[in-house]
C-alpha cells in the first residue's frame, strides 16, 4: 500500500506565508509527477502546480510568481511554498503522486488533504 501524508497547513494573516509537505510512503518503485491540488468551499477541486520527477513545473495563473513547487526525490516529498497569501486561497489543500508500484502498475494517489485558511 501506499500512502500520502500532508503536513504544515493553518492559519495565516493575508501576506504571510506557508510551506506544506507532502511524504509518500509504501510500496513506491518509483514516482512520476506530483502535484499540489485545492478545494474551496462550494467550488470544485483545481490543480495549483504539478512538478514532473525531471524537475519541471506547472502552475495555474493565479499562483505564478506567489507559490513554488518543489520536490526531495530523495525524499519521496513534494513541497508547496506559499508567499502573498491572500484570502482567496483559503481551501483544503491535496497532493497527489503518479506511483509505479509494479513493472506496469502507475497509480494516483492523493493525499488526505490540509486545511489553508488565510485571514485577519
Known amino acids: 500500500q501506499v500512502q500520502l501524508v500532508e503536513s504544515g497547513g493553518g492559519l495565516v494573516q493575508p501576506g504571510g506565508s506557508l510551506r506544506l509537505s507532502c511524504a509518500a510512503s509504501?510500496?513506491?518503485?518509483?514516482?512520476?509527477?506530483m502535484g499540489w491540488y485545492r478545494q474551496a468551499p462550494g467550488k470544485q477541486r483545481e490543480l495549483v502546480a504539478a512538478?514532473?520527477?525531471?524537475?519541471?513545473?506547472n502552475y495555474a495563473d493565479s499562483m505564478k510568481g506567489r507559490f513554488t513547487i518543489s520536490r526531495d526525490n530523495a525524499k519521496n516529498t513534494v513541497y508547496l511554498q506559499m508567499n502573498s497569501l491572500k484570502p482567496e486561497d483559503t481551501a483544503v489543500y491535496y497532493c497527489?503522486?503518479?506511483?509505479?508500484?509494479?513493472?506496469?502498475?502507475?497509480?494516483?494517489?492523493w493525499g488526505q488533504g490540509t486545511q489553508v485558511t488565510v485571514s485577519s
Open positions: 509504501g510500496n513506491i518503485v518509483s514516482i512520476n509527477a
Open positions: 512538478i514532473t520527477s525531471a524537475g519541471s513545473t
Open positions: 497527489n503522486a503518479d506511483i509505479r508500484t509494479g513493472i506496469k502498475t502507475i497509480v494516483r494517489y
